[in-house]
């Protein structure tokens, strides 16, 4: 047989350091004091499978927090339980307590309708509906009948394409097609999409993964751009864009949360031995 | 240490030897499918070929001229408002006298009962509908092109195609025949009668626009029961109905129906509908409903694929901007998934246009003269009426099958072409 290759054995040597106890307890600053998002405790189960374990932490208001960790960590999973996208899945269980400006958003009366109009999301990969680019932004405002009049939805439309950086590029062909657009524009369609109901928080699920660089730059531009206004959650697989965009990044690992700190202090000296790993690149 | 199986000679060399082979295969299965196009082409173009050689003569059919007398005392009416008289009047008079004019030397009983049998026995009736469009023309004489009779009509379609039938004529009607065609005083016309009249007993006199109509009051039936039933089944099911064991019944169940034999309909059409809610035989409703029993399965399976093909990322796109799953539903999938929809309907409708076994139990299969005005009035269908046709002694009815199976083929082509053309018109790809 051949020498052992450096790299793999430095990464199967980590690997059986990766196991993670079942007390894990999250290193770093998880809470803040003014927060617009809290989570406790917060279990979530597919079938008997367990895919996140008992995560704590607070989103501040119009903070960017980036969500990292190797792939089936669960990040996206979690993300998805702050809107409840994950009611459709049937198979899938929330424990513990997520709560947005105090209020239970797994409360029995709570309406995820309400909810999914306050907790916006843009998805990994560009969704827009097949009508037009018009039609696209001005739906979430009519069917939760934001607009009065038809001058009031141009507005709406308008502002929320300008919010996006798209208004200038599509302003000429608003009823053309939505997915006629090139993969770049078609995401900040939805990021205009989701954001044309005036949403107080943002999910997005690796906006970027579909995209080429130049296209990444303009969204991770917006993001920032947006996060006066908006209070925005990023799940990402790029180190590089949640350094870029994120105030502060939490890492996640096998279904639990290691840490979480200014992203700063995550990419020069992480508490955890296991974001160090990840963030070095020795395994992920 | 093994010893290498696999160096980059020895696979290269492999890899050629099985080239020849995998090229021959796949040469020959090439060949296999033409072989298999070929002979389904061969099987419609032998059926077609079949079909129309029998079928074209029924579109033209014997009309003779004859010099016709509209005389009072031989019909016995004098006023044409009085109906009584109209229905006691002796309307047949008419072509036989034209016709004792026409041949004047004919004598005897039977010679004559043979002259009369020339023309069709309904052609009385031709002519006093035409004295009631044109009163007038009571009391004068003009010369009119009168219906022949169906033997006639075989016999002369036969002679100009120059292999004369004679088997059910006598030499005298052969003559006379011969003595109309050398006047110019016998031709073939359009059959009009083919599209305008109900059944008959007359093959001259029979048409299938009772059978047309019967057919488009039960699949307008069928229609309106089946497609908003179906489609509604079909989105409860994909969309709203929990994923358990009941859901998993249903579908299996659903899909057993639809490979139920379709005379089993009609016998449970036969139970509940007829014999238990005392709705009336024959009728497009009953025929309706049982048909919308069969295609029911058809619609809610192929909707169900149409809804399933409407992408996932769609559904999440609108449940994130907050649309409740009514809305998500309403505004995007049945709008994404109504091409497919439609094109299943139309077939559905199509395989219910050419079913003929639920309705022979149900009582369709009745000889049914007039022709159907509404939803409740005794009818067949074209599938049907061509079976009774197809069934008849007369000779004129091979033809008139043949015709009506042609008629048929050409509805089913039109709803599948516009099958096809609506899901091209539908699919708007953005």
């Known amino acids: 047989m051949n020498a052992i290759d450096p790299v793999m054995g430095a990464k199967a040597e980590v690997k059986q350091n990766l ?17 617009k998002m809290t989570m406790r405790n917060v279990n979530v189960f597919y079938d008997d499978k367990q895919a996140i374990h008992n995560v704590s932490v607070d989103i501040a208001k119009n903070e960017v927090i980036a969500m990292i960790g190797p792939s089936g960590c669960g990040k996206s999973t979690f993300l998805r339980s702050l809107n409840r996208m994950n009611d459709t899945v049937e198979s899938c269980r929330v424990e513990g307590e997520i709560c947005m400006d105090g209020e239970n958003l797994y409360a029995p009366k709570l309406d995820v309708v309400e909810l999914r109009a ?9 969704n827009p509906f097949p009508k037009s680019i018009y039609d696209n932004v001005a739906y979430g405002p009519k069917i939760h009948g934001l607009a009065d009049t038809r001058v009031d939805l141009d507005e709406i439309v308008e502002d929320s394409l300008r919010k996006a950086s798209l208004w200038e590029e599509v302003k000429e062909r608003l009823h053309q097609s939505g997915t006629g657009l ?24 690796e906006p970027c993964s579909a995209l080429d660089p130049i296209a990444t730059a303009k969204i991770e531009e917006l ?7 908006f209070t925005i959650a990023i799940v990402t697989h790029s180190m590089q864009q949640a350094a870029r965009v994120s105030h502060r990044t939490a890492y996640f690992h096998l279904g639990r949360l290691i840490e979480v700190n200014p992203t700063e202090q995550v990419f020069t000296m992480p508490e955890h031995e296991l974001t160090e790993a990840y963030i070095t690149g020795r395994f992920g | 240490m093994t010893k290498p199986v696999n160096t980059p000679v020895n696979n290269l060399e492999k890899i050629r030897k099985s080239l020849g082979r995998r090229n021959r295969s796949e040469h020959l299965f090439r060949w296999y499918g033409r072989l298999a196009i070929l002979i389904g082409l061969a099987a419609v173009t032998v059926l077609f070929t079949d079909i129309v050689s029998k079928g074209h003569g029924a579109f033209r059919i014997s009309y003779m001229q004859l010099e016709v007398e509209y005389d009072q005392d031989l019909i016995g009416v004098d006023n044409l408002t009085d109906p009584e008289q109209l229905i006691l009047g002796n309307w047949q008079a008419v072509p036989k006298q034209a016709l004792r004019q026409q041949f004047p030397d004919v004598s005897g009983r039977s010679d004559k009962r043979k002259l009369y049998g020339l023309v069709s026995n309904g052609s009385g009736f031709d002519l006093k509908d035409r004295l009631l469009a044109n009163p007038l023309l009571l009391g004068t004489r003009e010369t009119v092109w009168i219906l022949a009779d169906d033997d006639i009509d075989t016999y002369y379609k036969s002679w100009l195609d120059g292999e004369p039938y004679a088997a059910r004529l006598s030499d005298k009607q052969v003559q006379w025949i011969s003595e109309l065609h050398d006047q110019g005083k016998i031709r073939l016309q359009f059959n009009s009668n083919l599209f305008t009249r109900g059944d008959s007993r007359e093959p001259e006199q029979a048409g299938i626009r009772g059978a047309v109509m019967g057919s488009l009051f039960t699949l307008l039936l069928t229609l309106m029961l089946s497609f908003p039933i179906g489609v509604a089944a079909a989105i409860y099911l994909e969309e709203f109905a929990p994923k358990n064991g009941w859901t998993d019944f249903i579908e299996v169940n659903i899909n057993n129906l639809a490979a ?22 024959s009728v497009p409703i009953v025929g309706g409903l049982v048909l919308t029993l069969m295609t029911l399965p058809t619609i809610i399976i192929t909707s169900r694929a149409a809804i399933k093909s409407v992408p996932p990322s769609i559904r999440e796109a609108a449940l994130g901007m907050g649309a409740s799953k009514y809305q998500m539903v309403l505004h995007h999938v049945l709008p994404l998934a109504l091409p497919g929809m439609l094109t299943g309907a139309i077939i559905g409708m199509a395989q219910a246009l050419g079913e003929s076994a639920p309705l022979l139990m149900i009582g369709m299969v009745a000889f049914i003269v007039d022709i159907p005005g509404g939803f409740s009035d005794p009818a067949t269908v074209l599938p049907v009426q061509i079976f009774l046709w197809a069934d008849s002694p007369e000779r004129a009815f091979i033809e008139k099958t043949s015709a009506a199976i042609m008629v048929l083929l050409s509805f089913l082509i039109v709803m599948n072409t516009s099958a096809v053309w609506l899901r091209k018109r539908l699919e708007r790809r953005w």
């Not at chain 2, 139920?260 to 035989?281: E, K, M, T």
Request: with cysteine.
């Open chain 2, 260 to 281: 139920v034999p379709s005379i089993i309909f009609g016998l449970l059409g036969l139970a509940i509908f007829i014999n238990f809610f005392h709705v009336p035989r």
């Open chain 1, 182 to 205: 090139s993969g770049g524009q078609q995401q900040r369609l939805c990021i205009a999409r989701a954001i044309a109901v005036s949403p107080e928080v943002i999910l997005m699920d």
């Open chain 1, 223 to 229: 993001i920032e751009e947006l996060s006066q206004n």
């Open chain 1, 19 to 35: 196991e993670v106890a079942d007390n894990q307890v999250t290193v770093g600053s998880c809470f803040t004091d003014a927060p």
């Open chain 1, 118 to 126: 306050r907790v916006g999301m843009v998805f990994q990969k560009p």
